[in-house]
């Protein structure tokens, strides 16, 4: 059962434009939602993170809304670059058991 | 941020050969790890935790036969793929806790395995 939804599954935007990608959760244990990007061949590497008891947390380009009543989150990438191209993954943790996304192919055309 | 070391990053091997792969925190302790695997296009699912000095926690339908997972030591966790098949083809990350902010995980580079 996958306890963690994100969509869309592909995403392709304009260089300059905004990529918001959404995930819902199920299980209220989840106290820390982190989002990783990949690259391909890559590991996955933390990008911003957010606790339930904030509703926006903005680190430069990226900002992540959670909604915790909805127990909704988004990733938000202003001002989307090629070099944003990557796959992002929203993630859910209770401790240190993180569970994954699906995962977003973000295209961003030049 | 803390590093985490994956080796090797790329393994081809013939089947029914074993692999070993190794992770380790490069600068700090890890007194438990984690093993996941990705297949394309797929996300990460968590194969096992490994625990230092301890057995390792395997995740439902996984083979802890097929899958040995060593920790030997605060910096260094290794899977075992034994007896490798094609279908054990697949790409490998691990990861390991921030010491004081446990939820956040490092990640290694990841090890892509192709089995003939």
């Known amino acids: 059962q996958q306890q963690v939804k994100q969509s869309p599954q592909s995403l392709i935007v304009q260089k300059g434009g905004i990529s918001i990608i959404n995930c819902a959760y199920e299980n209220t244990a989840f106290d820390y939602f982190p989002w990783y990007q990949q690259f391909p061949g890559k590991g996955p590497a933390l990008l911003i993170a957010?606790?339930?008891?904030?509703s926006e947390k903005k680190e430069g380009r990226f900002t992540i809304s959670f909604n915790k009543s909805a127990k909704q989150f988004s990733l938000h990438i202003m001002d989307s670059q090629p070099g944003d191209s990557a796959t992002y993954f929203c993630a859910a943790t209770s401790g240190s058991r993180l569970t994954f996304g699906e995962g977003t192919q973000l295209t961003v055309n030049p | 941020g803390a590093v985490v070391s994956q080796h090797p990053s790329r393994v081809i091997c013939k089947s029914g050969t074993s692999v070993k792969i190794e992770c380790r925190s490069l600068?700090?302790?890890?007194?438990?790890m984690f093993w996941y695997r990705q297949f394309p296009k797929q996300s990460l699912m968590l194969m096992a935790t490994?625990?230092?000095?301890?057995?390792?926690?395997?995740e439902q339908g996984v083979e802890k036969d097929k899958f040995l997972i060593n920790h030997a030591s605060l910096t260094l966790s290794t899977l075992t793929v034994t007896s490798a098949h094609p279908e054990d083809s697949s790409f490998y990350i691990c990861s390991a806790p921030d010491q004081k902010w446990n939820e956040k995980l490092f990640f290694g580079s990841g090890t892509q395995l192709s089995v003939l």
């Open positions: 600068d700090f302790q890890a007194t438990t």
């Open positions: 490994s625990n230092e000095g301890s057995k390792a926690t395997y």
């Open positions: 957010i606790r339930p008891d904030v």
